[in-house]
């Protein structure tokens, strides 16, 4: 079977985060349709998506069903869709990975990033066959996605904690990564002066699909918040849980903030669900086989035991 185990650090980490980051230890296991996380010691977790998927009220997923049946019959195949859902994945792979490029080296030019886009979009995209017109339109307009995006931090003030910070919560069993964790002023101040403006935790997702968020996204960001005050609540409590989507622009950037509903029922309502769905549901029970683990390491004078670990995955 074709498995593929990553491991997961944050692309970017601050220095006043890092003691934190490293307290989570986390791999991403894929195969077999399905995909599990993994903590330093072999604890499963399932992403924030799924546990989204099993805490909303079952009449809300149906549109997923529904969009991709639609699009199937359109274009002729579910293999097409899967292009379609793959491209757009690497799209927002790219452009996080510009953006952690950019707090770690502190700019982000157009050849920097056009670096960064043909090995995460355009190398893939060809290989699927994407006509060239389309691959240099999404490079245009991922290129203005950046642009929106930077205006926000500039309008905001952000300062990121983490770029893609795994967390955890072994409450609801569910893991994720936080796509940018930051500090950040809590409104779009103008004409406040900086002492008296308040800065917050947020969790931000950033989104370059032009979908407006919707139902599902808060309820991923509700699971997301729950995994980030289990990991980390105790020194970088989150105050807001929003998405970041920048939108069609011309000559000015835009983009919609839209900041989640985390209120203590919608928390208790996530909660409560997964404690139901966990409790018959066989997403966690899998069965699996010992592995060597990706990651070794031997030294002289090193006893050998010590130098690598096995590790459980998906067993074929």
């Known amino acids: 079977m074709d498995l593929r185990i990553e491991n997961l650090d ?7 985060f890092k003691a934190q980051a490293e307290t989570v230890k986390m791999r991403r296991i894929e195969g077999k349709g399905t995909r599990l996380y993994v903590d330093e010691n072999d ?10 998927e099993l805490s909303m009220p079952k009449s809300a997923t149906k549109y997923l069903e529904t969009w991709r049946n639609k699009m199937s019959a359109e274009w002729g195949s579910n293999e097409r869709v899967d292009e379609y859902v793959q491209n757009t994945a ?3 792979t790219a452009v996080h990975v510009a953006i952690a490029n950019y707090f770690t080296f502190g700019k982000l030019d157009s050849l920097d990033f056009s670096g960064v886009f043909d090995e995460m979009f355009i190398k893939p995209a060809k290989e699927r ?3 060239q017109n389309v691959i240099d339109m999404a490079f245009y307009e991922a290129q203005k996605d950046l642009i929106a995006i930077f205006q926000f931090i500039e309008d905001y003030d952000v300062q990121p904690l983490s770029v893609e910070q795994m967390c955890r919560s072994f409450e609801i069993r569910t893991a994720t990564p936080i796509d940018l964790p930051a500090e950040m002023n809590l409104k779009n101040y103008k004409s406040i002066t900086p002492d008296k403006r308040r800065r917050v935790v947020a969790l931000l997702n950033i989104k370059t699909s032009k979908f407006k968020s919707g139902l599902s996204h ?3 960001g509700v699971a997301e918040y729950i995994c980030w005050q289990e990991s980390f609540g105790s020194k970088f409590p989150a105050h807001m849980v929003a998405t970041i989507r920048p939108t069609a622009w011309k000559e000015t950037p835009k983009y919609d903030f839209h900041p989640f509903d985390i ?3 919608r928390i208790e309502q996530v909660k409560s669900a997964m404690q139901h769905n966990l409790k018959y549901n066989d997403i966690l029970s899998i069965p699996t086989t010992k592995t060597l683990a990706e990651m070794w390491s031997f030294k002289i004078g090193q006893r050998v035991e010590d130098s690598f670990i096995m590790t459980n995955i998906i067993r074929d």
């Open 10 to 16: 944050g692309l970017y980490v601050s220095e006043k």
């Open 43 to 52: 604890c499963r977790f399932i992403g924030a998506t799924k546990c989204a």
């Open 90 to 92: 690497d799209y927002g």
């Open 129 to 131: 066959g994407m006509a």
């Open 218 to 220: 808060e309820f991923q």
């Open 263 to 265: 209120s203590e029922n």
